[in-house]
């Protein structure tokens, strides 16, 4: 069975994104607002048919699916894991979740990186950023993060959870589709950005900390409430998702031809807010990990 060697380094590179290996002092909407401000089991069908893709609008054609309204809380994440656990299809090791992957396709094109079968890292338990830990023998979510996004998953464990739960990960195509609709526009509620409509960095909502570390908000947070001082506007997508900008960039399911690499869209707490625009990506090795970097699954829909 095989662990990444290089996953230790993306840990140090998320503990610092949490304080400096240490953990931030709680934002003040985490004892405040806890609910999710949308259904986190809810799916919408998004119809066949074409799309402006990209900034230029290359126009692609997509098949019906059915897509989740929001990402897999740490709830639900949890709740996943102790299944898995008990089933024996994933192991713990060490302060992380281990899980088995078939393998990818390997050219040997330069700097391409080899993912043969065996078991890869799905989250990471033990870093001071991680929302699930292992205590006493059990998994438990922090307190007051129940409905906040999963994050410190891989790709992998991303991947994993959506095949649990019936379907899959998202193509880059649909989950750009989902997000923007067919008229074009940049971000998932229309033009322009603004901090009652997403969380990015120094959005200023009351999941910034005093050192100005940008926690998540709960799934949905940015849905028209308002929340004390700090009014949100209705942000949904054209298909009515949230989070599709902001909060956690999320995986999507392509492997390419000739490299390693796994592909992020949305955007997170992290980004400038130009980086939320729904033709924006980034990417990683598989196995990384972040306090910013969630996932969200489709699946058929039900009756094709």
């Not at 809380?73 to 899980?99: F, H, P």
């Not at 195509?173 to 009652?196: F, H, L, M, N, V």
């Not at 570390?213 to 506007?233: L, W």
Request: aromatic fraction near 12%.
């Amino acid at each position: 069975m095989r662990r990444q060697a290089g996953w230790v380094a993306l840990l140090l590179a998320a503990a610092l994104l949490a304080a400096c290996d240490s953990e931030p002092s709680a934002p003040p909407g985490l004892a405040l607002y806890v609910d999710a401000g949308a259904d986190p089991e809810a799916w919408v069908r998004i119809p066949a048919g074409p799309f402006g893709m990209g900034r230029d609008e290359a126009g692609v054609d997509v098949a019906e699916y059915e897509i989740m309204v929001t990402p897999v809380t740490n709830a639900q994440y949890a709740r996943y894991l102790e299944e898995a656990l008990k089933a024996g299809t994933v192991r713990l090791e060490g302060g992380a979740v281990m899980g088995p992957y078939p393998g990818d396709a390997f050219s040997g094109a330069k700097h391409e990186k080899e993912y043969p079968a065996g078991d890869y890292l799905h989250i990471v338990l033990d870093d001071p950023a991680s929302r699930i830990r292992l205590e006493g023998g059990t998994l438990v979510v922090k307190a007051g993060y129940e409905n906040h996004p999963a994050t410190m998953v891989s790709w992998f464990g991303a991947r994993a959870y959506c095949e649990a739960a019936g379907g899959r990960l998202p193509t880059e195509a649909e989950w750009e589709k989902a997000a923007r609709g067919t008229d074009g526009r940049p971000y998932p509620w229309g033009d322009g950005i603004a901090p009652e409509r997403a969380n990015y960095d120094h959005s200023r909502d009351p999941f910034e900390t005093r050192e100005g570390y940008s926690d998540t908000t709960p799934v949905g947070f940015y849905n028209g409430r308002r929340y004390g001082e700090f009014q949100t506007e209705d942000s949904a997508s054209p298909y009515g998702l949230y989070d599709m900008a902001g909060n956690v960039a999320q995986w999507t399911a392509d492997v390419y031809p000739m490299t390693h690499y796994r592909f992020l869209r949305g955007g997170s707490k992290a980004s400038y807010g130009y980086d939320l625009r729904v033709w924006s990506r980034n990417s990683a090795e598989p196995e990384y990990v972040s306090p910013s970097v969630g996932f969200r699954c489709v699946r058929s829909p039900e009756g094709s």
